[in-house]
């Protein structure tokens, strides 16, 4: 998930990252000779992270003549590690991909983790008030201070009927808690964690996709690579982002065996089995699968859609920090080659 609420994340962050150092951080019984693949997360484990542990879990790593160490989760993001060399493949969003990529990372795309948004806009379910996005005019929202969240809100609002005007203050993870307490009007949470999570301890919220009033779709999770390592190493990425995809699969058609499996490689991670449960079994319904039930596969469309979205609002720098006068190749930006042909 791409934020958390800090005060209840803290215990389970040190747990997940003792349990990682205790397992060495890779799949067991790696081969002799195995080529080793390092792996940054975005946070700690979660259901966006499923089908590595899955893949980790069932052997299909090792199987592939693979060490797969999935680094613990730390402050400097999955674009840097990724772009600098120091993991192989990270997971990242289309969103922080846009712009790392945009001021020079040296990362590809080459799996979409999900096919679609993750977050939404959401409110406290009992503000009667607001009934669209157009009603956000002038409210308080409660940020994480993303560059592009504010264009993006704005659009959104824009696009419901609205002027797109509001006040933003970046609270981060404390952003949920300020929703629920009243101190903020509106934020974004990933639905198929925070909102869940949100029912769990009755504080239920009203949301609204931003693709239901015409902004762009965007790939929601994504397994990115190191444009130069993928070049040098084409059969190697292949085993591993198959094997990668093939435990997504899995957890897109089985979620119960998926979600078992993640909580299994990380002991002690999970305070609430439920939410771990009816959050896989969400982003296997609603985002994991694409029109014909794949998971993975991108099209330049939707890549060009909101990352264009973002070039035309004049949100992406380069890397001295000054605003793109030309328009990215976004075909370049992605690539399928190294996923399975089939299901």
Not at 34 to 54: K, S
Request: hydrophobic fraction near 40%; aromatic fraction near 10%; glycine fraction near 10%.
């Amino acid at each position: 998930m791409h934020v958390r609420t800090a005060s209840r994340r803290v215990l389970a962050a040190l747990v997940a990252v003792l349990a990682f150092a205790l397992a060495g951080c890779s799949g067991s019984g790696a081969p002799a000779g195995a080529t080793t693949i390092r792996v940054a997360l975005d946070w700690t484990p979660n259901t966006n992270h499923t089908g590595l542990f899955v893949a980790q879990q069932e052997g299909w790593f090792r199987d592939a003549g693979l060490d797969v160490q999935i680094l613990p989760y730390n402050s400097t993001s999955p674009d840097t590690l990724v772009g600098s060399g120091a993991a192989e493949f990270g997971i990242g969003f289309q969103n922080s991909f846009t712009f790392s990529k945009a001021a020079g990372a040296d990362i590809v795309s080459v799996l979409a983790i999900l096919q679609h948004w993750g977050s939404d806009i959401a409110v406290r379910a009992d503000r009667t008030d607001i009934t669209s996005p157009k009603d956000l005019d002038g409210k308080v929202y409660g940020g994480f201070g993303d560059p592009g969240e504010v264009p993006k809100m704005s659009a959104v609002i824009k696009d419901a009927g609205g002027k797109g005007t509001f006040s933003t203050v970046v609270l981060g993870t404390s952003a949920y808690e300020a929703l629920y307490s009243g101190q903020v009007d509106f934020t974004e949470p990933f639905v198929a964690w925070e909102g869940i999570e949100a029912q769990l301890r009755n504080e239920p919220l009203k949301t609204f996709a931003y693709t239901d009033y015409g902004f762009p779709d965007a790939y929601g999770v994504l397994l990115e690579g190191n444009a130069g390592w993928l070049a040098a190493h084409p059969d190697v990425a292949t085993k591993f982002v198959q094997a990668v995809q093939r435990g997504y699969q899995l957890a897109a058609d089985d979620p119960a065996t998926a979600a078992k499996l993640l909580m299994d490689a990380n002991p002690g991670a999970f305070t609430d089995p439920e939410l771990v449960n009816r959050s896989q079994q969400m982003l296997a319904q609603q985002f994991m699968k694409d029109p014909s039930g794949r998971v993975g596969t991108q099209t330049l469309a939707q890549w060009s859609g909101f990352s264009g979205f973002l070039f035309d609002s004049g949100a992406l720098v380069d890397a001295a920090g000054k605003p793109l006068t030309t328009r990215p190749d976004f075909a370049t930006w992605f690539t399928d080659k190294y996923q399975a042909t089939s299901s």
